[in-house]
């Protein structure tokens, strides 16, 4: 292993999934702008919009996406302000 190239700053960091709230906690040098208390601990936080709990890959679950309902509601809000 070569020396002076790895990062110093591994430190235990909270990892959360927001679509179904799921955390873990892991080792990383990322930076986190938020934290959160875990059983009297204080970690940095990063959320996360999938992880392997959520992932339809590894949950065996598909997810439907409303594509067509998202772009009406688009259309409803934004698309006709030229129109008067």
Not at 1 to 14: E, L, Q, S, T
Not at 39 to 45: E, H, I, Q
Not at 71 to 80: E, I, L, P, T
């Amino acid at each position: 292993m070569k020396k002076g190239i790895h990062p110093d700053n591994y430190r235990p960091v909270v990892f959360k999934d927001m679509s179904n709230d799921d955390v873990f906690i892991t080792r990383s040098t990322i930076n986190a702008k938020e934290t959160i208390d875990i059983d009297g601990v204080t970690y940095p936080l990063i959320k996360v919009e999938i992880s392997s709990t959520s992932h339809p890959f590894y949950t065996g679950k598909s997810k439907l996406v409303d594509t067509a309902g998202r772009v009406d509601k688009f259309m409803s809000r934004y698309g006709n302000r030229n129109k008067k």
